[in-house]
């Protein structure tokens, strides 16, 4: 199993910045963190969850186009860890945010989630 732990959410007023960060763990003959592209998603209330950025092993990256140019992905194997810098926020940035890992296998599918950090940007 995989377990992720978000941390470094809250309260920032608008302008401000955050750094999140996700832990990542797991047995050794089931995890291998390069094999993952790590991911943030975040949820606003009532709507979908979304993605915000994605980091391959060899540190390609994606990003939504609401957050591009402020927001930068990172990942650190040696440690198995990925941030989130967040810089500009903006009130319609408050939402929970989301680590996930998701490896393809074949026709095998793993995917894990973090347990969510909450982000609220205040105007």
């Known amino acids: 199993q995989v377990q992720l732990v978000e941390s470094g959410g809250g309260l920032v007023q608008a302008g401000g910045s955050l750094r999140l960060s996700c832990a990542a763990s797991?047995?050794?003959?089931?995890?291998?963190?390069?094999?993952?592209?790590m991911s943030w998603y975040r949820q606003a209330p009532g709507k979908q969850r979304e993605l915000v950025a994605a980091v391959t092993s060899d540190s390609s990256t994606n990003y939504a186009d609401s957050v591009k140019g402020r927001f930068t992905i990172s990942r650190d194997s040696a440690k198995k860890m990925v941030y989130l810098q967040m810089n500009s926020l903006n009130p319609e940035d408050t939402a929970v945010y989301y680590c996930?890992?998701?490896?393809?296998?074949?026709?095998?599918?793993?995917?894990?989630w973090g347990q969510g950090t909450q982000v609220t940007v205040s105007s």
């Open positions: 797991g047995s050794t003959f089931r995890f291998i963190f390069n094999l993952y592209v």
């Open positions: 996930n890992a998701l490896r393809l296998s074949g026709q095998t599918r793993y995917d894990y």
